[in-house]
C-alpha cells in the first residue's frame, strides 16, 4: 500500500505492545482507546506465547480506527550462548496449531512456576494468597510474577513492581550471587524454534530488544534460519544498541522496528505507547516481506 507524504508524516506506529492477556495491567480495549488517544495509527499487539484474544483486538481496533497487526512476542533461549532471547512475530495467523504446540507447555509451566513462587514467599511470612493472585491475571493466559508484586503492593510490602523486593525474590541468581528466596527456573523454547514457529504461522519473525539479552552474535545464525527483522528502537536500548542493531539490519537484510514495550503498570520503565515509533516505512517492510517470503 502507497502513503502519501502526509500520511507517512502522520503516522505513529507501535510495534511492541502488551495487553492484560499477558503482563500487562490493562484490558485489549483499554490498550487500544489509550493507542488511539496517544496518536497511534497502527499497533501491533504482542502478547508473551499466546494469540489469544487478537481476532477480537483486530476487531476493536475497527472500532476505534487503529489497524491492529497481529502478533506475538516468544520467549526463547539461546541455548548455544547460555542467553534469554525474545523474537516478535507480525501478522501471525491467530490460534495457529504450530504456536500453541511450541507455546502452550510453556504457559503452563510459567504459570504453575509461580504457584510454586507464591507457597514460597507465604512461608517466609508474605502475607499474600494464590487466590488474590490469580485475581490480577483474570482474563489472561496465567500468572506471571508482575501479578504476585501487585498482590504485595495492595499489601502494603511495597511500592512498585520492580523495587528491591523484586529483585530478593525473583532474582535469577548466577555471578557468584544467590538466587532469589521465590525463584524458580523456567524451560524456554529453543530460539530457532522460535523462528521456525512464527514462520511456519505465517508471520514475520524480529528479533526483539537484542540489547537487553545481547543477543547481538546470534544475528548471523538467526537470519540464516528464517531472522527477518531487528528491533532497533527500544525503551531498554541506547545510542550504542541502536547503532549496532542498525548496522546488523543493513548488513543481514533485516527489516528495522521499534516499540515501546507497553506493559502499563507492570512495566519496568515509563514508556509511553508510539514513543519508539521508526514509521509507516516498518510496517510497509514487514508487509512486503510477508508478501514475498521464500
Known sequence: MMYTWNEHKAAMVELHCHTKISDNSFTTEEVIRMAKEAGVTHLA???HDTTMGLREAMALGEQYGVEVIPGIEISAYDYKRGRRSHFLGFYVEPNHAAIEEL???L??????????????????????????????AQGGTGVYKQHIMHALIDRGYTDSIYSPLYKMLFARGGD????????VPLTYVDAFDAIRTILAAGGVPVLAHPGQMDNYDAVPEWAEAGLMGIEVKHPDHSAIDEARARALAHEYGLIMTGGSDFHGFYGNKPSPLGSQSLGIQCVDAIKEKKLHRK
Open 176 to 183: 557468584g550471587k544467590e538466587p532469589g528466596i521465590a525463584y
Open 45 to 47: 499487539i504482542t502478547n
Open 103 to 105: 507455546c502452550a507447555p
Open 107 to 136: 504457559r503452563v509451566s510459567r504459570h504453575e512456576a509461580c504457584r510454586v513462587m507464591v507457597e514460597r514467599i507465604r512461608e517466609v511470612g508474605y502475607n499474600i494468597d494464590w487466590g488474590q493472585v490469580q485475581s490480577y
